[in-house]
């Protein structure tokens, strides 16, 4: 046992030629426009913002800002379509609609997938296997439901709210589109919707598919801009409900900004899941689950399972899995289909990233990266983990929202509980084992929203997401995405 | 030693987790020089075999002529790992291959179903080692091991092992016939420690034979050991690999799983006959630019 075991190596010896997925069947416009009242418009006062592709720092292309004029424009767009067509529209159209939306996304999702990898940074990979496909998901899933509300809700005699204002993130821009208008139309709502500004490009190609799925005008409309134009569709007075995900930060000044108003909220925000590894646990499927937790979409994700709890028992073993794994995992060009983690999503969010990588060194836990090629230009973060960690320091505290995990240890499941659930946040989490009495156990007394038991990360349309806390309010998903859009 | 094997504690196996693995293995993109230096590496790690009931010398000769030419149009090809025959075929084979780099495998054991005596099942053994085999594939007892007789197993893979002498051991677990991942990650860990120098998924007559998810099973077993006690272990997945296709990503699930160091013929095989002819193929593919027929490929 005293002799020394070689450390296995990953890189070097057979390693894989470039396989970048084409781009030469997208089409990328020079210059977008506010999508309006069926129309793409110009704003009103003339201003355009960048928006580039984080992997090599190039433009891609110029954004419509919207200003308060263009917001107040969209808002009386779909006041006018939810009054006079949308509300009148029987629930069965609405349904047809919705369909055709889906069955577009799936015909046109090669180049959605590929402008989301450009615009955003994620692999393709990704992009190809999930946003795409679960944004078509969830169109066909509230298709369905369309005609049947009563069904739904018997005897409540549900009907639509009628404006929705709906802000975005860049995490997940396609599918974030279709988690909010898809059940808004079900229930018959109309939608201005807000891409985040690093990432409008699938909103409005979405925009387009809109166009020629030929939904009555007004019905949906994508505006584009920043924190500002969030505010103002926030602030505007003929908004029935927001429904926003993105940071608890953002998400209490909404919060204050409309309260006191008869608008109705859904806010999903951040998160610092737990991921917790028992020593009964099938481990090579807990490390798979844990890499896919924390790395995938380079840690952009809300429900990320940011905070490793591994028994004691099996820390050695496991942590050394996971260290291996790490090794095989390719970081670079975004668009290549080997690439496992592709660029950070903005400037400013590997600056947050940096930050609290020399926070969590300088508070005294120890780094581990991968050795891996990182590419000049861009912007990138190798997958990290982080161990020696306190329940204290910020990088177990904080949401990081980048690449990097912090692991900590537990000998009890009380022990484990309590840890996992001292955090203001209650999104998710994860728990492995192969003991089902202890899954039940544990997921009952977990404050999250979604706990996933021996796998992680797993999305379905018919399934809730949401969660506790300052993680949020309100459900996304299943039946109960639809409650937030109906009065009753 | 039988105690602690009936009591051996493998780490459970979650099949939906170990699929989504497979996935993303699947989901990787092999192109040009990666694919060409894939495909040669393939075709070095084969187990050129034929274990037919209407097996004849002239078959076997001609099969080890192929496994040192495999295509003599394209130059500087490697030779495949091994010939694998039934036991009395071993003597022909070692005498065709003499000089070669190619290894003579025999199977063993009351191969491929295992219902014998020990004392039969060692002269076979011994059959093959005597006539100059270089390795030995033995089945296990199946039915013992499904019985809860670990013990058993073990020591029965134990036995020919020492039967086995110098030639090298490869244990197949016949993981068709086992029924679900924990048991195949169980026999895995008893064949290792029983002194396997190779655990090898399938005997090729029961379906499944070997697959991704199963391989990998068995490979994160041989990780395990590896990092216990730093000793080696070879895999061989057999039957249903027939396409280049699939072998490079067997090839990329060895290199992710337990690196670069596996990844030579020392350390894993495909038991396999009708592969070889679809990686000459895609190399004259990758040479030329287009597909020749099947009819260009000698079929040994």
Known sequence: MSKKIEELKFSGEWDLAPAPESTNHISVKKEYQLFIGGKFVKPKKGKYFSTINPATEKKLSSIAEASKED????????????????????????????????????????????????????????SRDVDIPIAAAHFFYYAGWADKLNYAFPNQNPSSLGVAGQIIPWNFPLMMAAWKIAPALATGNTVVLKPAETTSLTALKLAEVIQEADLPPGVVNIITGAGATGSDIVNHKDIDKIAFTGSTGVGKIIMKSIAGTAKKSTMELGGKAANIVFEDAPLDQAVEGIINGIYFNQGHVCCAGSRLFVQESIYDTLLRKLKDRMQSL????????????????????????????????????????????????GFWCAPTLFTNVSQSHAIAKEEIFGPVLAVQTFRTIDEVITKANNTPFGLSAGVWTDKGSKVFNLTSKMRAGVVWANTYNKFDPTSPFGGYKESGHGREGGLHGLAPYLKF | MNLSFNTLDSPSVDKVGIEDRIARVKARSIKKEAKIKGLKLALNMIDLTTLEGIDTENKVKQMCYKARHLHDVYADLPSVAAVCVYPNFVKTAVNELKGSAVKVASVATAFPSGHSSLNIKLEDTKIAVDSGADEVDMVISRG?????????????????????????????????????????????????????????????????????PVTLVMLEA??????????????????????????????????????????????FRFGASSLANDLLMQLMKQKTGVYQSTDYFSKD
């Not at chain 2, 008893?190 to 190779?198: H, L, R, S, V, W």
């Open chain 1, 330 to 377: 390719i970081v670079g060009n975004p668009l290549d289909k080997n690439t496992d983690i592709g660029a950070i999503n903005s400037k400013e969010q590997l600056g947050v990233i940096n930050k609290y990588l020399s926070l969590g060194k300088k508070e005294g836990a120890d780094m581990f990266q991968p050795s891996c090629d990182i590419p000049s230009k």
């Open chain 2, 144 to 212: 013992r091991f499904h019985k809860g007789d670990y013990g058993y197993v073990f020591d029965e893979i134990a036995a020919v092992k020492a039967a086995c002498g110098k030639a090298r051991l490869k244990v197949i677990l016949e993981t068709g016939e086992l029924g679900n991942y924990d048991k195949v990650r169980k026999a895995s860990d008893i064949a290792i420690y029983a002194g396997a120098d190779f655990i090898k998924t399938s005997t090729g007559k029961i379906q499944p034979a070997a697959t991704l």
């Open chain 1, 71 to 126: 917001v107040d424009r969209a808002v009386k767009a779909a006041r006018k379509a939810h009054s006079g067509v949308w509300s009148s529209t029987s629930a069965k159209e609405r349904g047809k609609y919705i369909y055709r939306i889906a069955r577009l996304i799936q015909e046109k999702s090669r180049e959605f997938a590929v402008i989301e990898s450009l615009d955003g940074g994620k692999p393709i990979r990704e």
């Open chain 2, 222 to 267: 041989i990780k395990d050991y590896y990092y216990k006690t730093g000793k080696m272990i070879g895999m061989k997945p057999a039957g249903g690999i027939s396409n280049a296709k699939l072998a490079l990503h067997y090839l990329i699930m060895v290199k992710e799983t337990l690196g670069n160091k596996w990844l030579t013929n020392k350390w």
